[in-house]
């Protein structure tokens, strides 16, 4: 479908735009880790409904959902639809850019969500704090596209975003994700690519093999390759935390996140999963891996999860089918 391409073309764009070095991301930019205001000054435009520091969390929502999108996404092209309808429900609604690396071809471009998973995870944890801080929130929901799941989770895990000896002082509550690469992905054959550049004799020194793997695939993308040592590590032992509720919501469609059910986790002791197809509640809906963003079908699943009231008063919109 149209969405597939569009990621697909921007995964392989990647060997041109995201090779060059690491740059200070909003996060590092800052003199104030703790300014929210200063954050999102240097993260460029926010979408419609998001970041609106006026906003006070409410008794009906009093948690702030924090927007995390994916792989070469930023906050505006990821959240344009989902923003504004969580807004409107009354959430005080929070996005971010991270991940940020210079373009190659055109230096005065950053391009988001190419850095590691691990400095990515650090900057959502601030990020965090900084929504924290500035609404009295104690603590946030979190909603992650793609990448966007396993960097919720570094950060839930090694950054602080959760505490398994005292869940009570776990700053996140919810975790829902759409098309998350939690046990990595294939990008559709794009590791096969990979590993034909190894038996062409690249992988022969780890030097060649680093740099030809993030030419392709960039940084995040190599360490969201099935069997990387990130999501290993991010994986080994429990895959979940006490006192946090996953939802991930995949799609049987997805070309990009591959296989899709790779999206899907197994519960740890003292936490929930919910594990949801998009066809179980419309079987013959059209999402792909970026129409996840934007379906209603998809954002009605997101809504329900952040809010199991919301099921139970709002039945589920299915988008129709392409006609033939």
């Known amino acids: 479908m149209k969405y597939a391409r569009r990621i697909t073309v921007a995964v392989m764009a990647a060997a041109l735009t995201a090779a060059g070095p690491a740059l200070p991301t909003a996060a590092a930019d800052t003199t104030d880790a703790a300014s929210l205001p200063a954050l999102l000054e240097s993260m460029g435009p926010s979408p419609a409904g998001a ?3 006026d906003c006070v969390p409410s008794p009906e929502h009093p948690r702030p959902v924090v927007l995390v999108h994916g792989t070469r996404m930023d906050m505006t092209s990821s959240w344009a639809v989902a923003a504004p309808q969580l807004a409107d429900l009354g959430y005080c609604v929070y996005a971010l850019n991270y991940g940020g690396i210079r373009s190659l071809v055109d230096p005065g471009l950053m391009i988001w969500g190419v850095g590691s998973i691990e400095e990515s995870a650090k900057q959502l944890g601030e990020f965090v704090d900084a929504v924290r801080a500035h609404t009295g929130a104690d603590r946030v929901d979190l909603v992650g596209h793609s990448q966007g799941g396993p960097v919720s ?19 996140v509550d919810k975790l829902v994700m759409l098309g998350a690469t939690n046990h990595g992905t294939t990008f559709n054959g ?6 034909l550049f190894a038996r062409l004799g690249l992988g022969n020194q780890e030097w060649a093999t680093e740099r030809v793997a993030q030419m392709v695939f960039g940084i995040a993308g190599r360490q969201q390759l099935i ?8 994986n080994s032992g429990t895959e979940t935390l006490p006192g946090i509720d996953y939802t991930s919501i995949a799609t049987r469609q997805d070309t990009v996140a591959t296989p899709p059910e790779n999206a899907f986790l197994q519960p740890g002791a003292d936490s929930i999963v919910h594990n ?6 419309c079987p013959t809906s059209p999402a792909d891996h970026l129409a996840l963003l934007e379906l209603p079908e998809s954002l009605h699943l997101v809504k329900s999860a952040l809010d ?6 709002v039945p589920a919109p299915c988008t129709a089918p392409p006609a033939g």
């Open 51 to 53: 970041n609106n520091l």
């Open 153 to 171: 989770r570094q950060y839930l895990r090694f950054e602080g975003g959760a505490d398994p000896a005292d869940p009570a002082r776990n700053e």
């Open 190 to 195: 794009m590791q096969q690519l990979y590993s």
């Open 227 to 234: 069997g990387s040592r990130v999501l290993a590590r991010l």
């Open 276 to 281: 949801v197809w998009v066809e179980d509640v």
């Open 308 to 313: 199991p009231h919301y099921a139970e008063t």
